[in-house]
């Protein structure tokens, strides 16, 4: 199928040292028709898979044929025939479970593997493109062979195998050294192994019955992160969520639970007007920002999700107060404070603050310690939304930076950002047991189960919002494993490294301008580019104008020319800006220089 | 690793017809060492991974030092040690991205490969048993090298390799064919393969951007669902969500956004008292129930969703009003009208109504075209919850059951239940276009994205509740294409033939007893087993008491006899029986002979 490589697989139950004394290791001598007949010996599949390749290889049986003082050709044929695989006359039908459906499944998923390898073996060179970009009608139109309609009838398996290697190609490489579009990128090969087996184990987080190992992963793995949270002993509760707005949503959920329990019975006319607080930094363009820039761009929505949740849940978006930053974006708790008692004058219930660790644009961390304070005096929730930053609490050099977290209600913790663990992988983590469970339970705290023959307190499924849940510990427990927590601060602590190694090289540099003053604390590092035709131009609305364009036009260019990827956005009154991030593990200081290589070369002439 | 499989890799980059021409060939003659030459021509990897498992095989080296009449010497210990795969001094670090990180890096997802390639095929063979039952204080204390708690430290990858095989061995096989706990079951070969590829790619549903091709598969897949259905040309909107709750909850978000748009800037408390409906048989024993049975189980915790719905988005648990339902569990339409005129009465305003089509215990389907009719009566809201039963929508013999869904607002459908997609993959449809995006939308509808090179009407983020949104979608259209639309029909006819012989064949046989009369109309099959020792008691309290206990007890045994899974549950006043579904394509008749056989085995003597 893939002419560059061969994937060779034996299920064989003999172990080749019987083999190797057998009958047919004598044959080695004979040359390549041994070499299947040793093939065969092992396992018939491993002789199959070899001559099935080799057939599809430019007919070399016919080279070998020609070579008659090399070969034996004593039942070779009948044996080439019955070992081939031919995906062309196989089908989803032939697969296991179907009667003798053992081996085309092997044979398949070696396939697939091969098709995946070699995905990931180009993914991390460098001189493989970050994507092939096509608009969405061409890709709709079908490209040669790559057909997305579904038909009443089966394709053949090879029909699959090249689906499955087109949807790669058209894809983008999320874990290419030079791909920092997104906050998670890289492609971390135990994680990748360990969806890989959760994909396998195919089960489900809501009881222990059903998935006995990964409830413990969970439970040891939200422990321990809550001890690096500073929570004593570890104590409290938590779940992993499909990602951190639902994540989120759960912190607005329990903390409305926990002032206003009657909610959950009888809908929000219970309580009096609740007001939540985030930052403006994580929230839409407003219509007034929005007429001086004229646009918008999709990095905002990243962060919508304290309003989505206010949306939501029955608060409704007017209801949720945004809160003025500083010049880098963190929020001023005198501006908290202050709102805090505004919204009493007006008669509401101020309920809930959601301080931000690593802002999606910025990467600004808010001071937890001072939005606590308030937190307590006013009594209100504080909710820390370390989507982003929480991943910083694993390196001891950066951790301070979340300082104040453990005094935190709820804290939100993406692994799938900054510590590269696969998509989706998200913690919301309570300090105070039994609200999340008291939150979400639809079962009356009196009852209890006691014909199950295990201690149900493992079983999970009342506290989530969900029923069935995707397992997305197993991953990030194996990571954790084999990397140890030092090996995630080591992977953190490089990424930051690079960022402020970024920094320092454009700061000052000609064609450069930096959006805020001042090192970044997490890895966005936020710029214009300049183009020369711009530089020189005096300030005002027309050099505003132009220098909005440099970043989108420079984005297509190198979507299309498939070298790099970074994104752009404008901010509050800034015009579009590159916000460069570092997660991806495989980036190393030539990608960064390989980015501004890149962003001067196409926006030379701008 | 483990001694019955080899896999052998090349990914060598010279076709094997030109090798096949080159020296290495030649030296096929001379036997053993040839055929690792041979692996060494086509890849040293190849030759690597041979030599590897071949010294972890009984020393065979020592085999073949000594067979000097076969074997040429040359150079070949330099090789042998040269291409072993030690994992044990390998870790993490050592992977890619990592310096020369590619070998070491295929040689471990291929281990990996061969652990789980070795579980699949153990899966579907009927001597391998289901599950492998330890309480949780057994493994959290340690099973045997095999040990839960996270270090700082990193681990071997020979460890890692030891921790994927052991979270199998103690975990649930759902793919086995004489799996039948759940209402997902199976493990679907294409739909595994496309997990693996989807772990692989590693990207987000957030933006075109970077999912192209899995943002048009979704938009493609959505829409032959909603033909399906029998919506007009397939218009409309949906997208897939985490799983049924989740889509669940967004029918009642988007009914609410319909009817009420100013709720999502305004909170509920812009809104008049709104009421909701849906089956008792989704929900909740009752106090009263419970004072009964002295009991619940999990299974009732999985169709908590519009319970759960009610509960988070703020309308309050009591004004989800449920629906009586007549002896087969089907609501009965008239009660509906009775208990809307009433809400109106009480100054409520009637908003929503949730059909369940394929009810969690008794596979019920509601009748849909009369909740219809009430619904266009007293303008309300129709969302068709087919998490379970829409799978039937691709059966032309099964379909009718959810006659009039066409009618519906919304529609829930789980690919991940009744079609054996692998969890999780859960369809929210919606019939009117516009709503999905204009409820969860945190952008202004004036509001455009001029910078962007493509089409950015492709881009799902700001209609989902999430932001980061893992790909679900791969797998199914994966499986659609590989089995075609008859492929599904076929599986989701034999489910229910299979389910018909069950019923048959226990309906009046000695010992059981049907939950309800007539023939299911799902493949949910409920029933008591009674054993010999209750069979001939009278009617009573008594009666009722014992056999309350029998299918927990039963259902114990065959957990730690680990030979088959099957769950029972209370319903209403009805006590604990058995609720045997079937999705699972592996399973036979024998299988469900076998389940009966085991059931009476085990019950035997209770």
Redesign the interface.
Request: proline share 5%.
């Given at each position: 199928m893939s002419?560059?490589?061969?994937?060779?697989?034996?299920?064989?139950?003999h172990?080749?040292?019987s083999f190797?004394?057998s009958e047919m290791?004598?044959k080695?001598?004979?040359?390549?028709d041994?070499?299947c007949g040793?093939a065969h010996g092992?396992?018939r599949k491993?002789g199959m898979k070899i001559c099935g390749?080799?057939q599809k290889?430019?007919?070399?049986e016919e080279?070998?044929r020609s070579s008659k003082d090399?070969l034996d050709n004593s039942d070779r044929d009948s044996r080439f025939r019955r070992t081939e695989t031919d995906f062309s006359n196989l089908?989803?039908?032939d697969?296991?479970?179907a009667k003798n459906?053992?081996e085309p499944?092997?044979q398949?998923?070696?396939e697939?593997?091969d098709?995946?390898?070699?995905?990931?073996?180009k993914t991390?060179d460098r001189s493989t493109k970050v994507l092939d970009?096509?608009?969405?009608?061409q890709?709709?139109e079908g490209m040669e062979g790559f057909n997305?309609?579904?038909?009443?009838?089966?394709?053949s398996?090879e029909?699959?195998l090249v689906?499955?290697r087109?949807?790669?190609k058209?894809?983008?490489r999320?874990?290419h050294?030079r791909f920092f579009?997104?906050l998670?990128t890289g492609?971390d090969?135990?994680g990748?192994?360990g969806?890989?087996?959760t994909?396998?184990?195919?089960?489900?987080m809501?009881?222990?019955?059903?998935?006995?190992?990964?409830v413990?992963?969970e439970q040891?793995?939200l422990k321990?992160m809550r001890e690096i949270i500073g929570w004593p002993d570890g104590e409290g509760d938590g779940i992993f969520s499909?990602?951190?707005?639902?994540s989120n949503?759960y912190s607005v959920?329990i903390a409305r639970y926990k002032f206003f329990p009657e909610?959950?019975?009888?809908?929000?006319?219970?309580a009096p007007?609740l007001v939540l607080f985030t930052s403006e930094h994580v929230s839409?363009?407003s219509?007034k920002q929005?007429c001086i820039t004229?646009?918008?761009?999709?990095c905002y929505?990243?962060?919508?999700?304290i309003?989505?949740a206010?949306?939501?849940?029955?608060?409704?978006?007017?209801?949720l107060i945004l809160l003025s930053t500083d010049e880098r974006g963190r929020v001023i708790p005198a501006d908290l404070e202050a709102k805090v008692i505004d919204a009493k004058a007006r008669g509401c219930v101020p309920m809930f603050v959601n301080a931000t660790a690593g802002s999606t644009v910025y990467g600004a961390f808010d001071p937890i310690h001072e939005l606590a304070d308030i937190c307590e005096k006013y009594n209100m929730w504080l909710h820390v939304d370390g989507a982003w930053g929480g991943g910083l609490l694993m390196s001891r050099k950066h951790r301070h930076k979340l300082c104040g977290v453990e005094r935190a209600n709820s804290v939100t913790w993406?692994p799938?950002k900054m510590m590269g663990v696969?998509?989706?992988c998200?913690a919301i983590l309570v300090r105070e047991r039994g609200v999340l469970s008291g939150?979400?339970s639809?079962?009356?705290g009196y009852?209890?189960?006691?014909?199950?023959?295990?201690?149900?307190s493992?079983?999970t499924?009342?506290k989530a919002?969900?029923?069935?849940?995707?397992v997305d510990i197993?991953k990030f427990?194996?990571?954790?494993?084999?990397?140890?927590?030092?090996?995630f601060e080591q992977h953190i602590d490089k990424c930051l490294d690079l960022s402020h190694y970024l920094y320092t090289k454009i700061k000052g540099r000609e064609g450069y301008q930096m959006v805020f003053d001042g090192e970044p604390q997490h890895t966005n590092v936020c710029f214009w580019y300049l183009p020369p035709g711009i530089r020189d131009m005096p300030d005002g609305q027309e050099k505003r104008e132009k220098l909005h364009?440099v970043a989108?036009k420079i984005?297509?260019l190198m979507?299309?020319s498939g070298t790099t990827m970074v994104g752009y956005q404008p901010q509050g009154d800034k015009v579009?800006f590159f916000r460069m991030v570092i997660s991806n593990?495989?980036a190393t200081r030539s990608d960064i220089d390989f980015l501004t290589d890149e962003i001067e070369r196409l926006g030379q002439d701008l």
């Open positions: 002419g560059d490589a061969c994937l060779i697989f034996s299920a064989s139950s172990p080749i040292s190797a004394q290791f004598s080695i001598i004979l040359g390549y041994a070499w040793v092992c396992s491993l390749f080799l290889n430019n007919n070399l080279k070998i090399l089908f989803a039908r697969l296991l479970p459906g053992e499944t092997m398949f998923l070696l697939v593997v098709i995946l390898t070699n995905y990931v073996r991390f970009f096509h608009h969405p009608h890709l709709l997305l309609e579904l038909s009443d009838q089966p394709e398996l029909q699959i689906d499955c087109d949807t790669l058209y894809g983008v999320t874990g050294p579009n997104q998670s492609l090969i135990i990748l192994s969806e890989w087996l994909s396998t184990a195919n089960t489900n809501f009881t222990y019955e059903i998935a006995p190992v990964f413990l992963m040891l793995t321990k499909p990602g951190g707005a639902i949503m959920m909610v959950k019975t009888k809908g929000m006319t219970a007007r839409l363009l219509q929005y004229k646009t918008t761009s999709y929505l990243f962060h919508y999700s309003k989505k206010s949306a939501a849940l029955g608060f409704g978006t007017e209801n993406n799938h696969p998509l989706q998200s939150c979400n639809m079962c009356a009852l209890f189960q006691p014909d199950k023959q295990y201690d149900v493992y079983d499924g009342d919002i969900q029923c069935g849940r995707h197993f427990w194996l990571m954790w494993k084999a990397k140890g927590t030092i090996g364009k989108p984005k297509a979507m299309e579009n593990p495989a």
